[in-house]
């Protein structure tokens, strides 16, 4: 299974020690994630939805990974629906048109933001601010209060601010798969 940001199954964060338990059994109930694929080898035509999760990992690399930005690109461009949450948003950064802008750009989105950053006492240890990022990608940030449910939907692309976020989300998510 890969690796579950800790944070993320939290008590506080999740609604209770009853949701971490059943989160955690469905997780390593999850065949699919004990035999994940490479984005390489993923056919956009054999998925109705892309989906990415948060955590501090898409900091790291999907923020320059090309293949990445493939699938991203290639899932806007066709209309399909996008669902992009917390920090995963970096994976955005990726993406480039041979004009030199994002296809995500003008598109208004939500993500960790700079205040969050900062109340949890992340802000001074990022290389840099997730939110300083997607502005300057030329996207129109949308910023809720600190720690509450936020999602912004703007044509097929759906994104969560935080983890608070992440049930707001996967309905509408699933709103559009419908």
């Given at each position: 299974?890969?690796?579950?940001?800790?944070?993320?199954?939290?008590?506080?964060?999740?609604?209770?020690?009853?949701?971490?338990?059943?989160?955690?059994?469905?997780l390593h109930a999850a065949a699919e994630l004990r035999r994940p694929i490479t984005l390489e080898s993923a056919d956009l035509a054999e998925y109705a939805a892309v989906f990415y999760p948060g955590g501090h990992g898409p900091m790291e690399d999907l923020a320059v990974d090309a293949?990445?930005?493939?699938?991203?690109?290639?899932?806007?461009?066709?209309?399909?629906?996008?669902?992009?949450?917390?920090?995963?948003?970096?994976?955005?950064?990726?993406?480039?048109?041979?004009?030199?802008?994002?296809?995500?750009?003008?598109?208004?989105?939500?993500?960790?933001?700079?205040?969050?950053?900062?109340?949890?006492?992340?802000?001074?240890?990022?290389?840099?601010?997730?939110?300083?990022?997607?502005?300057?990608?030329?996207?129109?940030?949308?910023?809720?209060?600190?720690?509450?449910?936020?999602?912004?939907?703007?044509?097929?692309?759906?994104?969560?601010?935080?983890?608070?976020?992440?049930?707001?989300?996967?309905?509408?998510?699933?709103?559009?798969?419908?």
């Amino acid at each position: 299974m890969p690796t579950v940001d800790r944070a993320s199954l939290t008590p506080e964060i999740v609604g209770g020690p009853d949701v971490v338990a059943a989160l955690t059994t469905a997780l390593h109930a999850a065949a699919e994630l004990r035999r994940p694929i490479t984005l390489e080898s993923a056919d956009l035509a054999e998925y109705a939805a892309v989906f990415y999760p948060g955590g501090h990992g898409p900091m790291e690399d999907l923020a320059v990974d090309a293949e990445s930005a493939r699938l991203l690109a290639g899932a806007v461009d066709a209309g399909k629906p996008v669902g992009v949450m917390c920090h995963g948003l970096a994976a955005l950064l990726a993406t480039e048109r041979p004009d030199g802008t994002s296809p995500f750009t003008g598109y208004r989105v939500t993500g960790f933001t700079k205040a969050e950053e900062i109340q949890a006492g992340l802000a001074e240890r990022a290389k840099w601010i997730l939110e300083d990022r997607l502005v300057a990608l030329g996207t129109r940030f949308s910023a809720g209060e600190p720690w509450a449910p936020h999602v912004v939907v703007d044509r097929n692309v759906h994104t969560g601010q935080n983890p608070a976020s992440s049930a707001p989300l996967a309905a509408e998510l699933l709103k559009a798969l419908s």
